[in-house]
């Protein structure tokens, strides 16, 4: 079926460092989105991105869109403990959008 | 705007019981979704609607059921509650698929005991 692997499964991290989640898939997807859920909430959208080699950044986050479109990556520099969550790579299949796993982001401060 | 709105937020029901999560949305969204969050897990699609009257299976559709009357609202329905489906349910809605951006409800933490 349509999968959208995702890794880490978990990560902790020390306040101040860096962070990296990946989201990988077997066939070429048609566009990736991001998405971030805090403890005890629900996910909220981040970014989507369409073209291959796409990068985007929002302050201390930068997403990428592989080149072959296959696979994604998020990554947050200098953690803060405001970046606490799971972070939801999705993708659409048809009509509807599946989401890989999730990465659990801990930061200890 | 309220956005998507869920009700109940917390519910515990027993075994074999049934009932209804309720979703609404407020932005005219053609496209309405049901997903289920296990502990420490991804979400997984139950159903999905893409305007009044249609609805479509997703990823983990068995033991529910799912009706789209209105644009606004899409309920979810479990018939025979098992604890299998203790979890939290979300609701999300977006405009269209192609720029699907998902808006979601606050969620509804469900237990069955």
């Known amino acids: 079926g349509q999968q959208v692997m995702q890794i880490p499964q978990y990560q902790h991290v020390q306040e101040g460092e860096d962070f990296t989640t990946y989201c990988n898939s077997s066939?070429?997807?048609?566009?990736i989105q991001w998405y971030k859920q805090r403890p005890g909430g629900h996910p909220v959208f981040l970014i989507q991105l369409v073209k291959s080699g796409e990068v985007k950044k929002q302050k201390r986050l930068t997403f990428q869109f592989g080149e072959a479109k296959k696979n994604s990556s998020l990554h947050i520099t200098a953690t803060q403990t405001t970046d606490v969550g799971t972070y939801f790579c999705g993708s659409e299949y048809g009509n509807k959008l599946v989401f890989g796993a999730g990465t659990i982001l801990r930061v200890k401060s | 705007n309220a956005g998507v709105t869920q009700t109940p937020k917390f519910r515990i029901l027993k075994i074999g019981q049934s009932m209804t999560l309720q979703c609404t949305q407020d932005m005219n969204h053609n496209y309405m979704y049901w997903y289920r969050q296990d502990p420490g897990m991804g979400l997984k699609l139950i159903y999905y609607?893409?305007?009044?009257?249609?609805?479509d299976k997703g990823e983990v559709p068995n033991g529910y059921n799912v009706s789209r009357s209105t644009t606004e609202d899409f309920p979810l329905r479990l018939e025979l509650a098992a604890p299998s489906q203790t979890s939290v349910y979300f609701c999300a809605s977006s405009r269209q698929t192609g720029a699907n951006v998902l808006t979601f409800g606050a969620g509804s933490r469900l237990t069955v005991l």
């Open positions: 609607s893409v305007g009044a009257g249609i609805t």
């Open positions: 066939t070429t997807l048609s566009n």
